[in-house]
């Protein structure tokens, strides 16, 4: 168990719609990301918050937007869903942003778009 | 659960018997590099990880070496088990990546007894 909880596991819903996957980062990390892998794209990061603020944008699509709340925990918000969408989600978290600093990631959230 | 990655070239090895995973990374920029296991539904698991001041690091039945020449990163596992059986990804962080991970495509190891 690495200590990053996400939430749901799975998904399945329609296209157009909208969801909202969270992450609850390990205790004391500070930075947490977010990763999205299918099967023909592999492991892509799509974006980095620390402690509350933005740090670093990957190949995230303009239908998703994160955030990361006081308390640390983040959002992504994944929405207009298409079909190519369906993939699983990873969350990430470290201490600090930055080179060395272990990331560790939790189990995923499956999401099938219909 | 579901796997992703079905069409990842494949390690097949027996089981004792010492695996050699490799990948060629893309950045001469990049000072880190970490080694990724994935077993199926799950996330990826941290194994090892190396800077670029090193050529070699070493953990328990796990050896990474780092070739910066040809840009070239191995995971050496010893003795490997049926429990290592698992999708293995190298990434890489360049300088200055805020920790902005390069996944490599991975590699299904798999063991048989």
């Known amino acids: 168990d690495s200590g990053v909880t996400q939430t749901p596991k799975h998904l399945i819903t329609a296209t157009g719609q909208r969801v909202t996957l969270r992450c609850s980062p390990r205790?004391?990390?500070?930075?947490v990301y977010w990763y999205q892998q299918s099967l023909d794209q592999g492991l892509q990061f799509l974006i980095q918050?620390?402690?509350?603020?933005?740090?670093a944008k990957g190949n995230i699509l303009e239908r998703f937007s994160a955030q990361q709340f006081p308390d640390l925990h983040s959002e992504l918000n994944l929405s207009s869903l298409e079909l190519g969408d369906s993939a699983l989600y990873f969350c990430?978290?470290?201490?600090?942003?930055?080179?060395?600093?272990?990331?560790?990631f939790g189990e995923g959230s499956w999401l099938t778009v219909v | 659960g579901e796997s992703v990655g079905l069409h990842l070239p494949t390690l097949s090895v027996q089981e004792g018997d010492n695996s050699i995973i490799n990948c060629a990374y893309s950045n001469s920029a990049s000072d880190y590099f970490i080694w990724y296991k994935q077993e199926s539904g799950k996330g990826p698991q941290f194994i090892i990880d190396?800077?670029?001041?090193?050529d070699k690091r070493q953990g328990q039945r796990v050896t990474v070496l780092l070739n910066k020449t040809v840009k070239h990163l191995s995971l050496q596992i010893a003795a490997t088990q049926p429990g290592d059986s698992a999708v293995y990804f190298c990434?890489?962080?360049?300088?200055?990546?805020?920790?902005?991970?390069?996944f490599g495509a991975g590699t299904r190891l798999a063991v048989h007894p």
């Open positions: 205790s004391g990390d500070l930075s």
């Open positions: 990430a978290s470290s201490v600090v942003a930055g080179t060395g600093n272990t990331i560790y």
């Open positions: 190396i800077r670029s001041n090193m």
């Open positions: 918050y620390y402690n509350g603020e933005e740090r």
């Open positions: 990434a890489e962080l360049p300088r200055g990546g805020y920790n902005k991970l390069i």
